[in-house]
């Protein structure tokens, strides 16, 4: 394998594509291996989603010492968390800390976008193209491109005939946007709208949210950590990172264990009062297990929070437009808010249903609706991502034969454990679709991946193996297998990035198999199963 000291140079051992949580963690891994090994960032700077989303409200949803590395004793000590979940300027903050104190930057190069990956099948390598004009090449190609980073705009006649200021949410400027006085229009009621239209709400002149589906959206409970607090955290990490391990998200949340039937009405309520006043994940997964299996305690509890909703929006008529009709609470991700209902209570926010009036076009002074043009002066799209794939299709990957990765994926991702496709040989998709990450707390699943695809690559280099692929019959298997754990839930009940569904993307209005709903812990139990009988399922040569 080429060996090079240079980071410049164009032969690498390993290339990452990617400088965020899973590149950042992989690029530690390999350096302690001594492997030659360089990342390619497409940003000024590491931090990955944490870099790229600077909106006001973003912010953790994970609690933020369960968000954090776990594989640094001294890096746990030393840094303390101002909040219970953390806003971005702390996080990118806390990722670019790590960098700085492994010494990580000299093996990154920032600015660096790659547009095509090729894989060569005499020389086995992969060529990476760059938009610079570049071409590297490596033995062993990693991805780790993020999960939400492929941000989609909508599809509206006009957009570029706008004439006053307009941001996607991913792409905020680095300096502060002032929004005082101002006509703000928000396109949009995901997770990231619900965040943003309850920071900005009292400080805009005039808001207008345009929603086409409601979100079920629950309080996050936010605090400030106090030194006595972080210091019990620092103490307890060891038990944080075992119960994040136990339970099926990563999270420090788990499901509760009894049926909603075995419970009485009164002490179901007092729950659910418990948990919506509870900080985090738990209104959605530390609830009742069957509330996201079965039908019936799904309607129940969906019928809780809507009431929650009508007790916080002044206005009846608002409330039942933010209450969703097309799925059930915690089928979708829960956007977790804050002030986020309260802010339609406020005069100058105004709500736009564009079912009942539907967007026609931008134009050079607003939005214009079947029902009236509105003029504004600035205009947030928070309309969200080409999720999990879309990232690996904006990057043309030629494997064997010349067959594109998007074509392969064009009706969903085919992987063997998330982590390799057939007919991509030496490609590694760190947090890949179908695999243990893209469905848990983030930093938990993919430092588990970058663990296991660490050693993979460690046994390649002992063996002196130069080509792995994953078997046709594994990845059949694997692909089967995470087509029936949806049935063990109701995500494949609704419309969102969990499914693949999305009306900005041509061919994502159908399911796509995209998450692995087995659970964290199951999906470590196939990993270690697979390593210890020698990576089944891989072959070698």
Request: net charge negative; with cysteine.
């Amino acid at each position: 394998m080429p060996n090079s000291s240079s980071n410049e140079s164009d032969q690498h051992e390993v290339i990452i594509i990617g400088a965020g949580v899973t590149g950042i963690y992989q690029l530690y891994r390999l350096l302690e291996l001594g492997v030659d090994v360089t990342v390619l960032e497409a940003g000024a700077g590491p931090g990955g989603t944490w870099y790229w989303n600077r909106y006001p409200g973003a912010r953790f949803d994970s609690e933020s010492y369960s968000y954090g590395y776990s594989f640094s004793k001294e890096l746990l000590e030393e840094w303390n968390w101002s909040e219970h979940f953390a806003g971005q300027p702390e996080t990118l903050r806390y990722l670019n800390h790590v960098v700085d104190k492994f010494d990580l930057s000299k093996h990154m190069q920032f600015n660096c976008k790659v547009e095509s990956s090729v894989f060569d099948e005499d020389s086995n390598t992969w060529g990476i193209h760059l938009a610079d004009g570049r071409t590297l090449t490596t033995p062993v190609l990693l991805t780790a491109v993020g999960m939400l980073s492929a941000p989609t705009m909508p599809i509206i006649p006009g957009v570029e005939s706008y004439q006053g200021e307009a941001y996607h949410t991913y792409y905020w400027p680095q300096e502060p946007v002032d929004f005082t006085g101002k006509k703000v229009a928000v396109l949009g009621t995901g997770a990231t709208a619900v965040q943003i239209i309850g920071e900005i709400a009292d400080k805009v002149g005039e808001m207008t949210v345009f929603q086409r589906r409601p979100n079920w959206c629950a309080p996050l409970h936010n605090s400030k950590i106090s030194d006595e607090e972080m210091a019990g955290i620092k103490a307890s990490y060891d038990e944080i990172f075992a119960r994040c391990k136990e339970t099926p998200g990563g999270f420090i949340h788990g499901p509760d264990r009894r049926k909603f039937e075995e419970v009485s009405e009164e002490d179901r309520l007092a729950f659910w009062e418990e948990l919506y006043a509870s900080p985090g994940f738990g209104v959605w997964i530390g609830n009742f297990r069957d509330v996201l299996v079965e039908e019936g305690p799904n309607e129940a509890f969906s019928e809780f929070i809507a009431d929650k909703i009508r007790q916080r929006v002044d206005d009846p008529a608002t409330a039942e437009k933010l209450i969703p009709k097309d799925h059930g609470f915690g089928t979708r991700r829960v956007p977790l808010e804050t002030r986020y209902y309260e802010a339609y209570n406020r005069d100058n926010v105004h709500l736009v249903d564009i079912n009942e009036t539907p967007i026609e076009c931008i134009t050079p002074a607003g939005i214009k609706t079947s029902a009236e043009e509105h003029e504004f002066d600035v205009i947030v799209y928070a309309t969200g991502f080409d999720a999990i794939t879309g990232a690996f299709d904006r990057i043309e990957i030629k494997g064997v034969g010349g067959q594109k990765l998007s074509d392969k994926w064009m009706d969903g991702p085919i992987t063997y454990l998330g982590l390799q496709v057939v007919g991509f040989p030496n490609l590694i998709t760190l947090a890949g679709p179908q695999g243990g990450s893209v469905s848990t707390n983030f930093p938990r699943g993919i430092e588990e991946a970058v663990d296991w695809a660490t050693d993979l690559l460690l046994h390649m280099r002992e063996n002196d193996y130069s080509r792995i692929e994953a078997s046709q019959v594994a990845e059949d298997e694997w692909t089967a297998h995470v087509k029936e754990t949806y049935k063990y839930s109701l995500l494949g009940n609704s419309q969102s990035w969990f499914t693949g569904y999305n009306s900005n993307v041509a061919g994502h209005d159908k399911l796509r198999y995209m998450i692995y709903n087995g659970g964290a812990p199951r999906f470590r139990q196939r990993l270690a199963q697979v390593a210890a009988d020698g990576y089944a399922g891989f072959d070698f040569s």
